[in-house]
């Protein structure tokens, strides 16, 4: 019996690719309008500060840090960071909170789900500090029970940590749990090694019928009697 459903978030519950192309753009073109750069100038100073970042941290959640980023984007150029950094890392996460919106169908799911008893949480890789604001522009935090990301948890997915730290918060067995995500190693053969159930979740065609697929086989295993949404 499922008792819990743990989501990715990103890629999962609402587009971070496209999200992602438009902030870069918006950050680029406040750089490049604020200092007189080249675009092709401002696209090898960030390549190198992301590149720098994660080589320099390695798989921890900070290496996805957007503020580190630019901070290392504008030392490539030769320009004091502060404050354009800020600057920077608010208008690319501000897109995201702007215009960010639940995929088709992901509303219906967690209905349904919150409708039949079954508890939600998510377990997502990056820093908490983000991921809990996506959650609240979402409108999803009244429905999310519990928050695991890699900051807490001191490791990335597919990492046995993340998803320990999951079944010790929701108090259920691993058999006891339903796990969607998008990424086929991180949430997929992460949550299989951890004993749960897990389905791959495609954003590349976010149809609401992916979640009402899940949630037919959620509801069906269950023994409950399928409602007619």
Not at 27 to 55: I, N, Q, W
Not at 159 to 170: G, V
Request: aromatic share 8%; proline share 3%.
């Amino acid at each position: 019996m499922i008792k819990a459903v743990i989501f990715d978030l990103d890629d999962t519950l609402y587009g971070y690719k496209e999200l992602d192309k438009e902030a870069r753009v918006r950050v680029r073109e406040l750089v490049c309008g604020e200092l007189g750069t080249s675009a092709e100038d401002y696209e090898e100073a960030y390549s190198y500060g992301r590149g720098e970042t994660k080589r320099q941290l390695g798989d921890v959640a900070a290496s996805h840090n957007r503020l580190l980023y630019c901070q290392k984007t504008l030392e490539y150029l030769g320009v004091n960071p502060m404050p354009l950094s800020l600057r920077m890392y608010e208008a690319y996460w501000g897109t995201f909170l702007e215009k960010m919106q639940l995929f088709d169908g992901a509303r219906e799911f967690m209905d349904r789900m919150r409708a039949h008893g079954i508890t939600m949480m998510i377990c997502t890789d990056l820093t908490a500090h983000i991921q809990h604001r996506k959650i609240e522009a979402l409108g999803i935090a009244g429905d999310i029970k519990y928050l695991v990301t890699s900051e807490e948890a001191g490791k990335e997915k597919p990492a046995p940590e993340m998803f320990a730290l999951c079944l010790e918060k929701l108090g259920v067995k691993p058999e006891e749990v339903c796990y969607l995500g998008d990424s086929p190693v991180k949430d997929v053969e992460g949550a299989r090694a951890a004993g749960m159930r897990a389905v791959r979740f495609y954003p590349e065609e976010p149809s609401a019928e992916q979640y009402r697929a899940v949630a037919e086989m959620i509801l069906a295993g269950n023994g409950e009697a399928q409602d007619s949404n």
